[in-house]
């Protein structure tokens, strides 16, 4: 910026920028900044809505609670798939050929967490809990959802460079950026058990 | 079997060729991964929008003037056409002219050429931005003609207008237009990923974070500030969608939910929205203003620490859009502290760029006019919001033709003079050709001195307690005296004569563009690394092998070791 002397007239030629992060996994992280402040929006709105309920019932009169109990299991077996994906990268970085398996535990793991959501949403809807019941049960669709959808989305990307892998052409930003994401369901979701179930 | 394998040879070779090959029309201008191109489907999709923005603040202000006319090429307008007219004004005029002109446009236009990059980091998902940009304009504007019309619950969208058809009687309306938002905002998400990362990654050698031109910065700031604010009200508008389609309960109070959430959630990303905008428009003033008064821009390192102090700050204003809301009072105070200490770091970028001009050698070209009239008309946007902030002027001004004016003073400025200005400064690079100075003048003069007839007029309606959202005052006969009527008056005919201007601005590029004079590379011996390639730039920006190198800053203008007065980033001495 400041100016430069009369004397020195030619300047070395500088060298090329060596970016600290690769594009694809900063490329994410934005991306994933952007999902916090989504879900931080859902989560305002809920905190909001839970206390000004009327005579502080939450759940509200007449609707069932949530199962704090086998939710908790639940969330554990997503803890444990993103502790695996841990140890997939760092497998990966000694022997891309021995990641194969952790990150087949990892989704199956995942897909696990989905599944049982799924049946968990079967039978909270034949106890009587809708999006259209109560304020309580919209939020819970409409959080559990979105994080749900996001979980798919993960996986989709996770079972895609399991694939890639297979074939022996995965590469470590690749690997980095889907982790990423999948990190960012796995964390996300302590918060919002904290927040909607208990 | 010699033969394929040298065929093969030829391809990989042809593969490894940099996509410098021939494309065809459509590949080279619909589906184009080249930035360029990009920015240029960014900004004639974004003027077409405006000219739709204009023909509706057209047929609204002539309701207003001369109530009940039927209106020349529209015809007679009924109260709901009237609300969905100005809804769709305002949510055109912010996310479909001032977002994809001001930054995905000139964001993907200029931030690889300042840089030095031959293209963004992900050429294919720009490309995506862009095609999700062009559905979510076309769902908007199939929401005008569905039945029931177009949504008529302001481009705030306010539940529990908005979340039941009962109340806004267009079911369809309403959510077409809802689903055209988010949509839009999904493009910006796409593009702005892109402008953070090239930033970061992309640079040409030696630009270190100091040397990046000051548009760049902003453009990138803009981006990082839209980001974070977008995710609630994305969470928001969900929301409000389902309570639209599926029912549900969000923003009702009969059923446990609470209407002013939305306006937290809406104005949280909304007042961010402001400045996602105005740092982009002022990055492009201090470039031209730089140029032009040939001196180095005063301050750059301030300049862009206030732009970020600007952002941090502009996520704690956003209840001052809700003073009259039934907001607790003790919150209002701490608001109109923070909105007034907002206004302190973009004081001091208006003072820089009066420093920048300061002893200069100023040219007044049509790009130096614009600036310069960017400087006095926000001044007078800025000044006016004040009187909004306080917490206590506001309980009287809320929802008054001063709070319309007050916002048009800072829009105006940002969306149409920050375009414009930035136009027809690097309509040479685009094009390749000059623009006429002449028309230019005339066309600049014509827009600036109607548009302050058009809102003066408006402040000293508000200040007489005229309320905005009024279809025929001829409806409330004590407020309706003669002395207003011919205010409003004054205003729809400076807003006539503005609109025929534009005229002049069309047939200004059609004909420069067709016959005007060859540019040259840097026809206005200015700094920055878009002005050592081509014009208009080839695809690529430069040869493969001959990509820019920087040794200084953007603005080494008038140094007194050099017998030019410009000294240009990419030369070594």
Known sequence: MSAKPATQLTAPRPSKLKPAIPSGVLGVLIFIFTEIMFFSGLISAHTIVKSQAAGQMWPPYGQPRLPVGETALNSLALLVSGVVLVFTWFAFKRDPERARIPLLISIALGLVFVGFQ?????????EGLTMQSSAYGGFFYLIVGSHAIHAVGALIALIWAYDRSSKGRLTSTQLGTVSAFWYFVVLVWPVLYWQVYL | MADTLVEVQKQEIHGQD???????????????????????????????????????????????????????????????????????????????????????????????????????????????????????????????????????????????????????????????WLIAVALEFVAFLLGGINFITTLMNSRAPGMKAYDIPMVCWMIVIASILFMLSVGPLLAGAVMLLFDQTLNTGFYDPARGGDPILWQHLFWFFGHPEVYVVLLPAIGITVEVMATFSRKKLFGYKLVLYTAVATGVLSFFVWAHHQFIAGIDPRMANVFTVTTLLISVPIAEMLFVMIATLYGGSITLTTPMLWALSFLAEFLIGGVTGIFLGASGADIYFHDTYFVLAHFHYTFFPIAIIGTFCAFTYWFPKMFGKMMN??????????????FNFIFIPLFVLGMGGQHRRIYNFEHFPEIAGPEYFQLREIATIALLIMLAFQAVFFFNVVMSWWKGEDAGKNPWKANTLEWTTDSPAPHGNWPVEDLPTVYRGPYEYGHPDREEDYWPQNLPG
């Open chain 1, 118 to 126: 799924g049946v968990e949403w079967v039978a909270l809807l034949s």
């Open chain 2, 18 to 176: 940099h996509e410098h090959h021939d494309q065809g029309f459509v590949s080279k201008y619909i589906f184009s991964t080249d930035h360029k191109i990009i920015g240029m489907q960014y900004m004639f999709t974004g003027m077409l929008m405006a000219v739709i923005g204009g023909y509706m603040a057209y047929v609204f202000r002539m309701q207003l003037a001369f109530p009940g006319i039927s209106v020349p090429g529209f015809g007679q307008v009924s109260p709901g056409e009237y609300n969905s007219l100005i809804t769709n004004h305002g949510s055109i005029m912010i996310f479909w002219v001032a977002m994809p002109v001001l930054i995905a446009a000139f964001g993907n236009f200029l931030i690889p050429l300042m840089i030095g990059a031959d293209d963004m980091v992900f050429p294919r998902i720009n490309r995506l931005s862009f095609q999700v940009f062009f559905i979510s304009s076309v769902v908007l504007l199939i929401s005008l003609f569905v039945e029931g019309g177009g949504f008529g619950g302001a481009w705030t969208s306010y539940p529990p207008l908005s979340a039941n058809a009962d109340y806004n009687q267009t079911q369809l309306g309403a959510s077409l």
């Open chain 2, 437 to 450: 100075e002449t028309l230019g003048k005339i066309h600049f003069w014509g827009t600036i001195i109607p």
